[in-house]
C-alpha cells in the first residue's frame, strides 16, 4: 500500500516559473524524502526532513513538513527544462529493525523552454 | 566514490522462468534495499538486507527472494515469473552515517512475456 499521495499528479509549466507540489501520509513518521525521477530510470535523493523539523532548503529546493496535517510541500524554485522529471515523496517510520520507505505515486512535471 | 549499481540494465524473460537481479551498494553502505516499481506508479518495497540476514519485507509472495553477501552486495531472485512481475527493480542502498538516507541505482528494466 502507498503511504503518501502527491498532488497534483501532474504539472506543467514554463521555465522560470516555480513548481510547488503536495504530499499527504496517513501514519506517523520518522523522516520524509523527496526523489526526482528521470525517464522511468535510478530515484535521485534530494532532500530529507526529519519530523521534528518544519523547513529544509537545498539549492533551488524548498520542503516544507507539517506533522499535525501530515503533509509536506516540495517547492522548486526558477524551474529549469531539466527539472522535467517525476517527483516522489517516501516515509519511513522508525521500527525496531529496518528503514523501509514507503512512496507515494508522484507528480510529473514538465517544465517548457 | 562509485555509486549504487545495478545488473543487468534490462532482461527479457518468459513467464514461468526464474531470473536473478544484481546490486552492489554504495560504497559505506551495508543496507540493500529492493523496490518494485511498476509503470506510472512509485516504488513498492519488497524487503532489506542487513548483516546477510532478511530484516523487513513488504507484501511480497515468497517466489521473491534475496540474498546479501559478505560485501553487502546483494541478489533478487524472483521464481516462477509472472506476467505481473514486468517492472523496473529498483536497489537501494544505505548505512552507516546516511543511515536513513537511500541511495537508489539505476534500476533492472524487467519484461515478463
Known amino acids: 500500500s502507498q503511504q503518501g499521495e502527491e498532488d497534483p499528479q501532474a504539472l506543467s509549466i514554463q521555465e522560470g516559473e516555480n513548481a510547488t507540489m503536495n504530499c499527504s501520509y496517513k501514519?506517523?513518521?520518522?523522516?520524509l524524502q523527496w526523489y526526482r525521477q528521470i525517464s522511468g530510470r535510478g530515484l535521485v535523493h534530494l532532500i530529507l526532513?526529519?519530523?521534528?523539523?518544519r523547513e529544509k532548503h537545498s539549492g533551488r529546493l524548498r520542503v516544507t513538513l507539517d506533522t499535525s496535517k501530515k503533509s509536506s510541500s516540495l517547492l522548486i524554485t526558477a524551474s529549469r527544462a531539466a527539472d522535467t522529471a517525476s517527483y516522489f515523496c517516501?516515509?519511513?517510520?522508525?521500527?525496531?529493525?529496518?528503514?523501509?520507505?514507503?512512496f507515494g505515486g508522484g507528480t510529473r512535471v514538465l517544465v517548457k523552454p | 566514490d562509485a555509486g549504487v549499481t545495478q545488473s543487468p540494465t534490462h532482461l527479457i524473460k518468459t513467464r514461468g522462468q526464474q531470473v536473478t537481479l544484481r546490486c552492489s551498494p554504495k560504497?559505506?553502505?551495508?543496507?540493500v534495499s529492493w523496490y518494485q516499481q511498476a509503470l506510472g506508479q512509485g516504488p513498492q518495497f519488497i524487503f532489506q538486507?542487513?548483516?546477510?540476514?532478511?530484516?523487513q519485507r513488504g507484501n511480497f509472495p515468497d517466489r521473491f527472494s534475496g540474498h546479501q553477501f559478505p560485501n553487502y552486495s546483494s541478489e533478487l531472485n524472483v521464481n516462477a515469473l509472472l506476467l505481473g512481475d514486468s517492472a523496473l527493480y529498483l536497489c537501494?542502498?544505505?548505512?552507516?552515517?546516511?543511515?536513513?538516507?537511500?541511495?537508489f541505482g539505476p534500476g533492472t528494466r524487467l519484461t515478463v512475456t
Open positions: 517516501a516515509t519511513d517510520a522508525y521500527q525496531a529493525a529496518g528503514n523501509k520507505l514507503t
Open positions: 560504497s559505506g553502505h551495508d543496507t
Open positions: 501514519t506517523s513518521i520518522n523522516n
Open positions: 526532513i526529519r519530523s521534528n523539523e
Open positions: 537501494a542502498s544505505s548505512g552507516g552515517q546516511e543511515y536513513y538516507e537511500q541511495y
Open positions: 538486507y542487513y548483516e546477510e540476514e532478511e530484516r
